[in-house]
């Protein structure tokens, strides 16, 4: 498709693709860009793995909050997924198993790397989902089909996270699980929107795992 993030710069580091054994696509947040949560890609990073991450137009890839009605996200949702997709594809392309990509984001880029996992189930390296949770005013985990075929999900979020509700991210969960995943979600008491160490610790333990595979 063509929309308002096509075209944008795909931000690389890490092992260069034609040596990689993994990539992680990495999918910034809302104001933020390519390269900064490519610095957070690099705490987690381990030889062998590749970074990639899209970039938005503007920094932002969708104009409301995502527990907005989908048409008053579009086109930026729809192009957003659309970068998600072009990202994985780049490294399959590069001749890393689908298996082996791991797709992760925070807050913005936390949604966008959920719902392209789950609209598109089959399996992957894993999901880290920071922050955030799947799109839409509502979330019905019986209106999502496929199998992700144990598909390890981590999923952190704090329980008085001013812009992500606890019952979208226990909704959230409760998709994946249904979807096939091995889900690990983690509710942290008092943090707020952010990234904590023992979330960068956890999706490191998914990028070891997955090297090791």
Do not use: K
């Amino acid at each position: 498709m063509s929309g308002p993030h096509q075209g944008q710069q795909l931000v690389t580091a890490g092992t260069a693709l034609s040596d990689a054994q993994a990539a992680a696509v990495l999918v910034h947040g809302r104001g933020a860009t390519a390269r900064s949560i490519v610095q957070m890609g690099l705490d987690i990073h381990q030889e062998g793995l590749a970074i990639l991450a899209p970039q938005a137009a503007g920094n932002t890839w969708y104009p409301n909050s995502f527990l907005a009605p989908v048409e008053e996200n579009e086109p930026g949702r729809s192009s957003g997924l659309q970068a998600v997709e072009d990202a994985v594809d780049q490294a399959v392309d590069a001749g890393i198993p689908r298996e082996s990509v791991l797709v992760g984001g925070f807050s913005q880029g936390a949604c966008l790397a959920s719902e392209y996992v789950a609209r598109n189930p089959r399996r992957y390296g894993g999901l880290a989902a920071l922050s955030g949770g799947l799109i839409g005013e509502t979330v019905d985990p019986d209106s999502y089909d496929g199998e992700i075929e144990g598909t390890p999900v981590f999923i952190g979020c704090s329980d008085v996270d001013p812009h992500i509700p606890i019952e979208r991210v226990h909704a959230t969960t409760e998709t994946f699980e249904l979807l096939g995943g091995d889900v690990d979600e983690r509710i942290y008491e008092g943090m707020g929107h952010g990234v904590n160490q023992d979330e960068l610790d956890a999706v490191a333990d998914l990028v070891v795992d997955l090297l090791e595979t």
